[in-house]
């Protein structure tokens, strides 16, 4: 292939591993623990990395090399490493950047998961970290210590679809020179690159949108090379790896991500619109509704503003059951990004270990869905939730 820079979706097809000796045109799965070597010499080069060539599917493989080259160029990245999942990719992340007596400075609005690693586990090696309010981004600066390693952000968060200025954000970091990493899972590479935004690397929960129909499991760090390089030495050692079958899965779907995020999209809008004046619903948060708080930002670094609609039914606790209770085509379910529309409760799922001043504070209230549009037809999922609703 040229290495000429094609179009976002001719680069997520196109960009394939070497042709074999049979000339496949459809990739082919390398299900293999281990490659062979021709000699001692070829061996010894290839483990001294004077020779670059795969040497165990823990480190790398042809079908994981296929979908890191191809999120790399979806993301401007120069770099990357994937991972058997999301948490997999922030844990290995964050473990391999930073050191005892660290501080990390974080958007309070995070993954749940995410949330449980700031406070249970990096206390543990002596790693402090802050929250700031993602309506107050003017106090991010009194935050930063002279032990901060970096400034960690989703962006759009969460279960709450808030969004932060990545240009702010890295100007900031660049100020006080520090890492800025982006959590881009709800954008993807298609609706937003926080790597041309200044950020430093960018971090994938590739079993969202990337797969986008619920199969396999996935993560991926991209950026900066030195920055990678640290993460691929912690990576290679304790084994967070993604396997070469799910990576096969996952690079046949990033060929489709563009259009099916589209449509996405397109679904999420009108859902978010006919939410809007239902009058059974209190509030609705989608980054391209007029209303979201952030829309001009949305509007400045994101192609469009995604598929999470997350809103609050009125009645508080009860008025949510009652209204998860009677959906009936869409799904209860933890996940999203999924051809299915799937409706979470975050208080008691997702973020349901999350103390419930911090669920306050981003705005978790009991009565709110977070909404993952499928790509039904949008009037069978608004003829759902209607009659939900009643």
């Known amino acids: 292939m040229s290495k000429e820079k094609k179009q976002f979706e001719t680069e997520s097809i196109r960009t394939q591993s070497e042709t074999t000796q049979f000339s496949e045109h459809s990739v082919p799965l390398y299900i293999t623990s281990g490659f062979v070597f021709d000699d001692a010499e070829e061996m010894r080069a290839s483990f001294a990395e004077e ?23 979806m993301e401007g990245a ?14 290995s992340t964050f473990a391999a950047l930073l050191s005892a007596g660290d501080h990390v400075v974080s958007c309070s609005s995070v993954f749940g998961a995410t949330h449980g690693l700031f406070t249970k586990y990096l206390p543990k090696w002596h790693i402090d970290f802050s929250y700031f309010n993602i309506n107050e981004p003017e106090t991010i600066e009194a935050l930063i210590k002279p032990n901060t390693k970096f400034i960690y952000a989703e962006t759009p968060t969460n279960p709450g679809v808030d969004v ?11 100020k006080h020179n520090l890492l800025l990493i982006i959590d881009n899972c709800f954008a993807t590479p298609y609706l937003q690159n926080p790597i041309k935004h200044g950020a430093d690397l960018v971090v994938h929960s590739a079993t969202k949108l990337m797969d986008g129909q619920g199969r396999v499991l996935g993560g991926v760090t991209v950026g900066k090379k030195e ?22 899965v996952l690079s046949k779907s990033l060929e489709t991500l563009a259009v099916r995020v589209e449509k996405h999209c397109e679904n999420a809008l009108k859902l978010a619109t006919f939410l809007e004046g239902h009058p059974k619903i209190t509030w609705v948060k989608y980054p391209f509704l007029k209303s979201h708080p952030k829309y001009d930002i949305a509007k400045k670094q994101m192609r469009l503003g995604g598929n999470i609609v997350a809103f609050e039914v ?9 209204f998860f209770d ?28 999350v103390e419930p001043e911090v669920k306050a504070a981003v705005g978790i209230t009991d009565g709110m869905v977070r909404c993952s549009l499928g790509l039904e037809h949008i009037d069978d999922i608004i003829a759902d939730f209607e009659q939900a609703l009643k």
């Open 51 to 73: 020779k670059q060539r795969d040497l165990y599917s823990r480190y790398s493989n042809p079908n994981t090399n296929e979908f890191i080259d191809k999120v790399c160029k």
């Open 78 to 91: 120069e770099a990357g490493f994937a991972f058997a999942s999301g948490m997999a990719a922030v844990f």
């Open 164 to 174: 932060l200025d990545l240009e702010f954000l890295s100007a900031l970091c660049k």
């Open 227 to 248: 920055l990678i390089r640290d993460i691929y030495l912690f990576s290679r050692l304790t084994g967070p790896s993604m396997s070469p079958f799910n990576a096969w």
């Open 314 to 322: 009125e009645g508080g606790i009860e008025g949510g059951r009652n």
């Open 326 to 353: 009677n959906i009936k085509m869409c799904s209860l379910s933890a996940n999203l990004g999924d051809t299915r529309t799937i409706v979470t409760h975050p208080a008691s799922t997702t973020h349901a270990k």
